[in-house]
């Protein structure tokens, strides 16, 4: 019986592999091919007039870091490169930090709210989603430049004598990464919130605990998971950021986006192009790898 039990189970393991196989190949083929040919790209040779030249090198990693001075050959740092670089991190974990500020206390108050009404404001939140990235950035646009709807307000009550130069600056960037992604960090947060136990912070409250002492030792440690993949959401999306920085930067303020699109477009650089895609997926990668340790933490903490 035993002999049977598991030649069965190995039969049913092979026809699951196989009815797998199919897909397996295509999400092989669809997600690894792309990336596997980056890879090669980025060791090679850039031709003269775009495309690549089948010699291998090692220059292009060079460039993402250091470049040669046109004259003198002297070796220095890649200022360009590691500017883009530092504002895509800076503006991504500014933008975090921003969406936490804002999208904690709104899961919060979604979360407090009669159970037949949550929808209703869930829905409000998802709105946006509904609508094309573009329009959306063009949108904060009007609100920002220089006789958009702030400006006009802020001369209309004497604030200021002239318009406030809000567009094409980090700022600007900010602003709008913040609100497109904005409902990345309150939908995860708003998932831990909704399970969460109120009669502990009701136990708070009756062991004279202030409100802040609640919010530090009660809602946000059992609500930190959502917090961090929303944090994890909101990162990933911003360092690869093209279309907002594109439009409310205005060339001015490159992100990592840009700078690969520039790379692969008008400098005709693809290996280099290639180096930087990939710079910018082992980014990611590191704060992937945080979020994993974060949650497993967070779990043997739990035990």
Request: glycine share 6%.
């Given at each position: 019986m035993?002999?049977?039990?598991?030649?069965r189970?190995?039969?049913?393991?092979?026809d699951?592999?196989?009815?797998l196989?199919?897909?397996?190949?295509?999400?092989?083929?669809?997600?690894?091919?792309?990336l596997?040919?980056?890879?090669?790209?980025?060791?090679?040779?850039?031709?003269?007039?775009?495309?690549?030249?089948?010699?291998?090198?090692?220059?292009?990693w060079?460039?993402?870091?250091?470049?040669?001075?046109?004259?003198t050959?002297?070796?220095?740092?890649?200022?360009?490169?590691?500017?883009?670089?530092?504002?895509?991190?800076?503006?991504s974990?500014?933008?975090?930090?921003?969406?936490?500020?804002?999208?904690?206390?709104?899961?919060?108050?979604i979360?407090?709210r009669?159970?037949h009404?949550?929808?209703?404001?869930?829905?409000?939140?998802?709105?946006?989603?509904?609508?094309?990235?573009?329009?959306?950035?063009?949108?904060?646009?009007?609100?920002?430049?220089?006789?958009?709807?702030?400006?006009?307000?802020?001369?209309?009550?004497?604030?200021?004598?002239?318009?406030?130069?809000?567009l094409?600056?980090?700022?600007?960037?900010?602003?709008?990464?913040?609100?497109?992604?904005?409902?990345?960090?309150?939908?995860?947060?708003?998932?831990?919130?909704?399970?969460l136990?109120?009669?502990?912070?009701?136990?708070?409250?009756?062991?004279?605990?202030?409100?802040f002492q609640?919010?530090?030792?009660?809602?946000?440690?059992?609500?930190?998971?959502g917090?961090?993949?929303?944090?994890i959401?909101?990162?990933?999306p911003?360092?690869?950021?093209?279309?907002?920085?594109?439009?409310?930067?205005?060339?001015?303020?490159?992100?990592?986006?840009?700078?690969?699109?520039?790379?692969?477009?008008?400098l005709?650089?693809?290996?280099?192009?290639?180096?930087l895609?990939?710079?910018?997926?082992?980014?990611?990668?590191?704060?992937?790898?945080?979020?994993?340790?974060?949650?497993?933490?967070?779990?043997?903490?739990?035990?």
């Amino acid at each position: 019986m035993t002999d049977l039990s598991t030649i069965r189970s190995r039969r049913e393991t092979r026809d699951r592999w196989l009815l797998l196989t199919p897909a397996l190949v295509i999400l092989t083929l669809a997600a690894m091919g792309p990336l596997l040919i980056v890879v090669i790209y980025s060791f090679l040779t850039p031709g003269d007039y775009g495309g690549v030249e089948w010699q291998f090198s090692w220059t292009s990693w060079f460039n993402v870091v250091a470049e040669r001075d046109f004259f003198t050959e002297e070796l220095k740092l890649a200022d360009a490169h590691l500017t883009v670089l530092w504002r895509s991190v800076k503006l991504s974990l500014l933008t975090v930090i921003l969406s936490f500020l804002v999208g904690f206390p709104t899961a919060y108050f979604i979360a407090t709210r009669p159970a037949h009404k949550r929808d209703m404001w869930m829905l409000l939140i998802m709105i946006p989603f509904w609508t094309n990235l573009l329009i959306r950035t063009f949108a904060i646009m009007q609100l920002i430049r220089n006789h958009g709807t702030i400006n006009m307000i802020l001369l209309g009550l004497g604030i200021v004598d002239e318009p406030v130069q809000m567009l094409y600056t980090e700022f600007s960037l900010l602003v709008g990464m913040t609100y497109v992604y904005l409902p990345l960090m309150i939908l995860p947060v708003y998932a831990s919130m909704e399970r969460l136990d109120f009669n502990l912070v009701e136990a708070g409250y009756d062991l004279y605990a202030t409100r802040f002492q609640v919010l530090r030792r009660v809602i946000f440690p059992l609500v930190k998971p959502g917090v961090v993949a929303g944090s994890i959401l909101v990162f990933v999306p911003c360092l690869g950021a093209y279309v907002t920085p594109r439009v409310l930067g205005g060339g001015k303020q490159l992100m990592l986006g840009n700078l690969i699109d520039l790379q692969f477009g008008q400098l005709r650089n693809w290996p280099l192009g290639a180096a930087l895609s990939l710079t910018l997926l082992a980014v990611v990668m590191v704060a992937l790898v945080f979020y994993v340790r974060a949650i497993g933490r967070e779990g043997e903490s739990d035990v």
